[in-house]
């Protein structure tokens, strides 16, 4: 019964945002072309870089498709911590509080509600890729797992982003550290180019950045095939983040709300 | 009738160390209409948010609807409603989704939700705007919305923070009406706090008056005004007159047959005295006798604004009451525009 009762308070929190994100045509339409603007920016900037020697047979969308999918994600998980800051400052967050509503609730259902957007985008990223002429070498399982892959980083990085919503309370802060690390992570990853095209130093903060691995995965999904090796690095590094950005996400979160 | 609210010896410390809440108890019957009176800063918001589960209590002992708020406070939550001091509504939302969301927050769904938002709406005078986002409402519509969501549930008692600040006359008549009606008709118990005498003289059937975090009186408006003495004398005076006569005026003032007390004013003094129409005459004799010219002498029935000066020794809001007193004449209207 109560089991029950918190999936249905998580599902009416997350159609309250859903409603808010679907009942604003300019909010969708920012979200589809900020997916969108990267995708085509990237692939027509680097377009000839696939005539370089040494540069893998698969043409730069191929290369680039995988990495995007992840700027956008990196771009979008500030969303969440946007609103419950907001939620916070305005007394709403204190609105639900006086209600019987189950406290996790309010944190998942919101998080759940990114969920679809990270799908929204990547559906429009993959499609666009498909029009262009991309191929997906292990077809639609493999795109099932890119889904999976996009959701769960998303998730992962929401924490960060909603820990220092929580901490600072402003969204001032918020947007700046979460553009901040946007960039760099963006461009010290291989989302943009393979590994041996970066300079060596780069090639080591590569090593560590978690977009790295992100984008690895994708790729290797679309242009070869599964690569046990590389998904599982890719899982344990969602599974890494997670860990770390959500136990201080809750802890911040349970202690305002008590 | 039971107690819908049992406070005793509240006490909010917040982590500066500034006390708001000191020492507070008070007991509410089911269907009261009860009401916390008292200037900015008093402790009415924190009260309210201790009660209503928001904010954890530094020490004392809270029943409500015989819950007890530390060992169940989703019992609390599922009786009550809370209609905040900020006006809280989702401005992304229509009309009609804020109250759906606040229903599902309350566990309701399916028809009775949706019979419970249209009723609201109606009531709230709502229904012509309720599928328009809510930012596109006025002050005095997200007001009446935020105080709809609060009710959607059917709560036994109902917290409303200062209900009609910033309305304008019109919006606070009515909502002063729809609480009416809601607790004597639906039997809802009402928490209310307000900073205007006038709301707590015409809603409340009881009152406490808080200041400084302390309760510095409690009753029914007419016997808070009684308590005080049956009507004031308002002595408008020059105030570069000599304190040696303004002294030996008070004095003389005070042993007055009936008087009860003489309290210094902005403008003056306020003499507190049963039947004070037979004083004015003996009063006009002892300003003649210490030779002071009063500015004006005027007779009025006791306000709340009284009951709150003599209990705290300050005004609630600063010399109304004085200063728009009628020109010098025995006239026996209420003083005191708020």
Same mark, same amino acid.
């Given at each position: 019964?109560?089991?029950?009762?918190?999936?249905?308070?998580?599902?009416?929190?997350?159609?309250?945002?859903?409603?808010?994100?679907?009942?604003?045509?300019?909010?969708?339409?920012?979200?589809?072309?900020?997916?969108?603007?990267?995708?085509?920016?990237?692939?027509?900037?680097?377009?000839?870089?696939?005539?370089?020697?040494?540069?893998?047979?698969?043409?730069?969308?191929?290369?680039?498709?995988?990495?995007?999918?992840?700027?956008?994600?990196?771009?979008?998980?500030?969303?969440?911590?946007? +609103?419950?800051?907001?939620?916070?400052?305005?007394?709403?967050?204190?609105?639900?509080?006086?209600?019987?509503?189950?406290?996790?609730?309010?944190?998942?259902?919101?998080?759940?509600?990114?969920?679809?957007?990270?799908?929204?985008?990547?559906?429009?990223?993959?499609?666009?890729?498909?029009?262009?002429?991309?191929?997906?070498?292990?077809?639609?399982?493999?795109?099932?797992?890119?889904?999976?892959?996009?959701?769960?980083?998303?998730?992962?990085?929401?924490?960060?982003?909603?820990?220092?919503?929580?901490?600072?309370?402003?969204?001032?802060?918020?947007?700046?550290?979460?553009?901040?690390?946007?960039?760099?992570?963006?461009?010290?990853?291989?989302?943009?180019?393979?590994?041996?095209?970066?300079?060596?130093?780069?090639?080591?903060?590569?090593?560590?950045?978690?977009?790295?691995?992100?984008?690895?995965?994708?790729?290797?999904?679309?242009?070869?095939?599964?690569?046990?090796?590389?998904?599982?690095?890719?899982?344990?590094?969602?599974?890494?983040?997670?860990?770390?950005?959500?136990?201080?996400?809750?802890?911040?979160?349970?202690?305002?709300?008590? | 009738?039971?107690?819908?609210?049992?406070?005793?010896?509240?006490?909010?410390?917040?982590?500066?160390?500034?006390?708001?809440?000191?020492?507070?108890?008070?007991?509410?019957?089911?269907?009261?209409?009860?009401?916390?009176?008292?200037?900015?800063?008093?402790?009415?918001?924190?009260?309210?948010?201790?009660?209503?589960?928001?904010?954890?209590?530094?020490?004392? +002992?809270?029943?409500?609807?015989?819950?007890?708020?530390?060992?169940?406070?989703?019992?609390?939550?599922?009786?009550?409603?809370?209609?905040?001091?900020?006006?809280?509504?989702?401005?992304?939302?229509?009309?009609?989704?804020?109250?759906?969301?606040?229903?599902?927050?309350?566990?309701?769904?399916?028809?009775?939700?949706?019979?419970?938002?249209?009723?609201?709406?109606?009531?709230?005078?709502?229904?012509?705007?309720?599928?328009?986002?809510?930012?596109?409402?006025?002050?005095?519509?997200?007001?009446?919305?935020?105080?709809?969501?609060?009710?959607?549930?059917?709560?036994?008692?109902?917290?409303?923070?200062?209900?009609?600040?910033?309305?304008?006359?019109?919006?606070?008549?009515?909502?002063?009406?729809?609480?009416?009606?809601?607790?004597?008709?639906?039997?809802? /118990?009402?928490?209310?706090?307000?900073?205007?005498?006038?709301?707590?003289?015409?809603?409340?059937?009881?009152?406490?008056?808080?200041?400084?975090?302390?309760?510095?009186?409690?009753?029914?408006?007419?016997?808070?005004?009684?308590?005080?003495?049956?009507?004031?004398?308002?002595?408008?005076?020059?105030?570069?007159?000599?304190?040696?006569?303004?002294?030996?005026?008070?004095?003389?003032?005070?042993?007055?047959?009936?008087?009860?007390?003489?309290?210094?004013?902005?403008?003056?003094?306020?003499?507190?005295?049963?039947?004070?129409?037979?004083?004015?005459?003996?009063?006009?004799?002892?300003?003649?006798?210490?030779?002071?010219?009063?500015?004006?002498?005027?007779?009025?029935?006791? /306000?709340?604004?009284?009951?709150?000066?003599?209990?705290?020794?300050?005004?609630?809001?600063?010399?109304?009451?004085?200063?728009?007193?009628?020109?010098?004449?025995?006239?026996?209207?209420?003083?005191?525009?708020?």
């Amino acid at each position: 019964m109560t089991a029950l009762q918190s999936l249905q308070d998580v599902w009416y929190v997350f159609g309250r945002a859903q409603s808010k994100f679907f009942g604003s045509p300019v909010r969708i339409f920012f979200q589809l072309f900020g997916a969108l603007m990267f995708l085509v920016l990237f692939t027509q900037l680097f377009s000839k870089l696939s005539d370089l020697p040494g540069f893998p047979t698969v043409g730069y969308l191929e290369i680039a498709v995988g990495g995007i999918l992840f700027i956008n994600t990196l771009n979008n998980t500030m969303q969440s911590a946007n +609103a419950i800051v907001d939620e916070l400052n305005t007394g709403y967050l204190a609105n639900m509080l006086v209600t019987p509503v189950r406290r996790t609730a309010i944190l998942l259902g919101r998080v759940l509600s990114d969920g679809v957007r990270f799908v929204l985008q990547t559906t429009v990223v993959l499609g666009i890729a498909v029009l262009l002429g991309a191929t997906f070498a292990t077809g639609v399982p493999g795109i099932l797992v890119i889904y999976l892959i996009v959701v769960g980083f998303g998730v992962a990085w929401s924490g960060l982003t909603l820990t220092v919503g929580l901490a600072t309370k402003s969204n001032e802060t918020v947007a700046v550290i979460g553009t901040l690390l946007t960039f760099p992570l963006m461009f010290t990853s291989t989302a943009l180019l393979p590994v041996s095209y970066m300079p060596a130093w780069m090639q080591t903060v590569s090593e560590y950045n978690p977009i790295s691995y992100m984008a690895n995965a994708a790729r290797t999904l679309m242009v070869s095939g599964f690569d046990g090796t590389v998904l599982l690095q890719a899982f344990a590094v969602i599974g890494l983040i997670l860990l770390l950005t959500w136990s201080s996400t809750l802890w911040l979160f349970k202690r305002i709300v008590s | 009738m039971a107690d819908m609210i049992v406070v005793d010896n509240l006490v909010e410390v917040y982590a500066g160390g500034t006390k708001a809440v000191d020492g507070v108890s008070f007991r509410v019957p089911e269907g009261e209409f009860f009401g916390f009176l008292g200037p900015n800063g008093a402790g009415k918001s924190t009260t309210i948010k201790v009660l209503s589960t928001l904010l954890r209590k530094t020490s004392g +002992a809270v029943t409500i609807g015989g819950q007890d708020l530390d060992r169940d406070p989703d019992g609390i939550r599922r009786i009550i409603g809370v209609q905040s001091q900020e006006t809280v509504v989702d401005g992304d939302l229509t009309g009609r989704k804020n109250l759906v969301f606040q229903g599902h927050l309350q566990r309701m769904q399916g028809p009775t939700l949706r019979r419970r938002v249209d009723e609201l709406l109606d009531l709230m005078e709502l229904r012509d705007v309720a599928d328009r986002k809510a930012k596109q409402y006025s002050g005095g519509m997200k007001r009446r919305l935020s105080l709809a969501a609060a009710l959607v549930h059917r709560p036994r008692l109902v917290f409303l923070d200062e209900p009609t600040t910033g309305l304008d006359p019109q919006s606070r008549a009515k909502v002063w009406s729809y609480l009416s009606k809601l607790n004597e008709q639906e039997g809802t /118990t009402v928490f209310l706090t307000t900073q205007y005498l006038e709301e707590a003289d015409k809603l409340c059937r009881q009152l406490s008056i808080i200041d400084h975090g302390k309760i510095v009186a409690s009753g029914s408006p007419a016997d808070l005004k009684e308590e005080i003495g049956g009507e004031t004398i308002i002595l408008t005076l020059d105030p570069d007159i000599d304190p040696g006569p303004r002294g030996a005026l008070e004095v003389r003032l005070r042993a007055l047959p009936g008087v009860g007390k003489v309290v210094r004013a902005d403008s003056g003094l306020v003499v507190y005295a049963r039947q004070a129409s037979r004083l004015v005459e003996e009063i006009v004799t002892l300003f003649q006798g210490v030779g002071i010219h009063p500015e004006s002498i005027s007779l009025a029935a006791p /306000t709340l604004d009284d009951v709150f000066l003599q209990k705290t020794g300050s005004r609630i809001r600063q010399g109304d009451l004085v200063s728009g007193a009628p020109p010098p004449s025995v006239s026996g209207v209420r003083g005191g525009a708020y």
